[in-house]
């Protein structure tokens, strides 16, 4: 469970959200405007924030300066109407750790929120094994197996299997793979994501008995094992 | 009045009051040195003159004596330009020479000094004329006093020739240039009125009208094209945005009315939970295609008013192709088709890789979509060459094509030709690599080749000089800077 603070002026979408996330389990407060949301953001500790562009009195990018000014890293993930990439690059530039452009998926919103959460705090924390099952991926030697068979990848799908096993257990979706893993942020029109997966699928889990790559229909991808 | 003071506080006026003020003063300074000098050198010939005679005489007087020395002053005094001499017993009666009138003081004073004094010449008939000269008076052995002199006629005459000709160079020059800036100044406030004048008929509405020209390239000139550029640039923009507002407009209406019958039906006909169900999600889909235009028509219009200069950095081509390749292989190969690159090693060119690789992937779905021949596999060819100091990039397929009446129609907002209408698309694809295309300063062209349809855009390469001015942020090459966004 989380305590996110949602600090949005549209009060349909902010209920929206609340709902949501509280339906999710998440403990979800709101503010309506920039300085109560700065406040609230500054007064309790909250594991998360969603702070919308465009806010009376004090916008968004001002609140992640003024949080971070005052040595505040709770996570912020910014949301706006304004989805075009230099938008992006300022959000992310102010201090925000994620960008997501309005109108969102609800399962977007919530993938991002969780990856957000499990985020290292610190660069020390960043763990050099990640293992789901018997599947082990050494990101120093740039070795992956499962069980005892060794799995050779090519770059691209090292990377993809890095962050589908950074984020295990959560849903990572198609626009958040594209993002970190090639870092392009468009969406193309076609599947492209998926026959990556399915190429990666095939390398992970073909031949063994439980598979750990999973499709969330209207979602994304996890990584997970089955016994969890 | 008003017009006026306008003059009295315009730049040029104030330049050529300073001006004409610091002109004044050097001519002054000039007019001042010229005149002294030419004073000194001819006092100090007149000095050298004088003490040679002075010499020559007392040396006629130690040898001849007194008698003598009257002869030689005597026979002097008869040449014509003769210098001025006078000689006097001890008790002050003249012997010879050809002055009258002196200042008594000159005389008892014989000690040598040089004065200069007021005289009258003897020997001109009746007419006396008082002259100025320069004179030396020296005591002889025995109480005879000897006066030479020169007459300053001459060198006054000249010295206010001189100053005469100084101070009318002055007048001319000082009014010469009080004519040429109040010229220029007029012409100068003439300029800026005329771009003022523009400038407010533009402000006002009429965005066609531009700054006139006068022809001559000068730095108003300059201005006033820099100006039109702007004003050109604010009019295309202007007229995108207009462009954008008449699509959504339109465009969106469609689907928004078709979503509106869908709700209205549901609500009429539907009586049961599935009903409503299935018509909520048919409306659900139809909303999600609605933003996706939204979306496409959104990015479109962005793009075509960036700054080109705030989003652009050097790139490698090669690489940001490979990247793209590297992207979409398998799914092409799963399409049973082949992706090929050919781009030579080192190839680089200034644009923003987010844009130019989503050019790539919208050529490329569209080849995937409409370019597969009717038998076997789809080969899609993605090419870049450096050509005419442009870097042409070309993606290729080896299907139909289109017909040839049709290529340049498929650029535009919407368009969809017949065929593709079963396929799923916004129509706005196209529309965004020829935007992007523009915005790296070309343009986006289709060609039916001898097999397939190939599409070309050209790119600026990476020029020696100005390629650094782009400011990267990392991968995305993008940040605000004074482009302006």
Not at chain 2, 66 to 79: A, S
Not at chain 2, 155 to 174: C, G, I, K, P, T
């Amino acid at each position: 469970m989380l305590r996110i603070l949602v600090i949005e002026d549209d009060p349909e979408a902010a209920s929206y959200l609340v709902k949501g996330l509280s339906e999710l389990g998440h403990t979800a407060d709101h503010a309506a405007d920039g300085q109560n949301g700065l406040q609230m953001a500054l007064l309790s500790s909250y594991d998360i924030l969603i702070v919308d562009r465009m806010l009376p009195k004090l916008d968004g990018l001002s609140i992640v300066q003024e949080l971070r000014r005052e040595g505040n890293h709770t996570p912020v993930l910014i949301l706006s109407a304004l989805g075009q990439v230099d938008d992006r690059v300022k959000g992310l530039k102010a201090g925000g750790d994620d960008y997501l452009p309005k109108p969102y998926a609800f399962t977007e919103l919530q993938a991002r929120i969780e990856a957000l959460a499990r985020r290292p705090k610190s660069a020390n924390q960043v763990e050099t094994t990640y293992s789901v099952g018997d599947l082990t991926l050494d990101r120093m030697a740039h070795s992956c197996r499962r069980g005892e068979t060794e799995i050779p990848l090519q770059p691209r799908e090292f990377r993809l299997l890095e962050y589908l096993m950074q984020h295990a257990g959560q849903v990572v979706t198609r626009t958040m793979l594209l993002e970190n893993v090639w870092e392009y942020h468009f969406d193309p029109q076609t599947n492209v994501i998926d026959v990556h997966i399915s190429r990666l699928r095939g390398k992970i889990d073909k031949g063994f008995e439980t598979p750990l790559l999973h499709t969330i229909r209207g979602a994304g991808y996890t990584i997970r094992d089955a016994a969890h | 009045m008003t017009r006026l003071t306008r003059f009295v506080r315009t730049t040029a006026f104030k330049l050529s009051l300073l001006y004409v003020a610091v002109f004044t003063v050097m001519s002054g300074v000039l007019l001042v040195y010229v005149s002294e000098s030419t004073e000194d050198l001819m006092s100090e010939q007149v000095v050298q003159s004088v003490d040679a005679e002075l010499k020559g005489l007392s040396d006629v007087y130690v040898r001849g004596g007194i008698r003598d020395l009257v002869e030689t002053i005597d026979d002097r005094t008869r040449h014509p330009d003769a210098s001025l001499y006078l000689l006097m017993d001890f008790s002050g009666n003249a012997l010879v020479g050809n002055i009258s009138r002196l200042p008594t003081i000159v005389l008892e004073e014989a000690d040598g000094g040089l004065r200069r004094v007021r005289y009258t010449r003897l020997g001109e008939g009746t007419q006396e004329i008082e002259r100025q000269a320069m004179v030396r008076t020296f005591e002889l052995r025995g109480g005879f006093r000897l006066l030479v002199g020169r007459d300053l006629g001459d060198q006054l005459r000249f010295s206010n020739l001189l100053a005469n000709a100084l101070r009318l160079w002055l007048v001319v020059v000082v009014v010469m240039a009080v004519i040429t800036w109040l010229f220029v100044s007029r012409r100068v406030m003439k300029r800026i009125d005329d771009i003022s004048a523009s400038s407010r008929m533009i402000m006002n509405g009429d965005l066609t009208e531009r700054l006139s020209l006068a022809g001559t390239n000068d730095e108003f000139d300059r201005l006033a094209v820099n100006l039109n550029d702007m004003l050109d640039r604010i009019e295309v923009l202007m007229q995108s945005m207009k462009d954008v507002t008449d699509n959504i407009a339109h465009d969106l209406k469609t689907p928004l009315t078709r979503l509106q019958t869908r709700i209205e039906t549901a609500l009429r006909e539907a009586s049961s939970e599935e009903g409503y169900r299935g018509a909520l999600e048919s409306t659900l889909n139809e909303t999600d295609h609605l933003l996706r235009i939204f979306n496409a028509l959104l990015r479109i219009a962005r793009v075509e008013s960036m700054a080109p200069g705030s989003v652009m950095e050097p790139t490698d081509l090669k690489r940001l192709v490979a990247e793209i390749a590297e992207l979409y292989d398998p799914l092409v190969e799963d399409e049973g088709g082949r992706l090929e690159t050919h781009i030579p090693e080192g190839l680089t060119a200034v644009c923003n890789r987010d844009l130019i690789s989503q050019v790539l992937v919208n050529l490329i779905e569209n080849a995937l979509k409409y370019g597969r021949p009717d038998n076997g596999e789809i080969v899609i060819r993605l090419s870049a060459k450096e050509k005419d100091g442009r870097v042409d990039l070309t993606v290729a397929d080896n299907g139909p094509g289109i017909p040839d009446k049709d290529l340049d129609r498929v650029m535009d907002r919407f368009v969809r030709l017949e065929e593709s209408r079963s396929e799923p698309g916004t129509g706005l694809g196209l529309s965004l690599v020829k935007a992007v295309a523009r915005l790296h300063g070309g343009d986006l062209r289709f060609k039916n080749e001898d097999v397939g349809l190939s599409a070309r855009i050209d790119l600026a390469p990476v020029a020696p000089e100005n390629s650094r001015s782009g400011h990267g942020e990392g991968q995305s090459g993008q940040a605000g800077q004074p482009a302006g966004n």
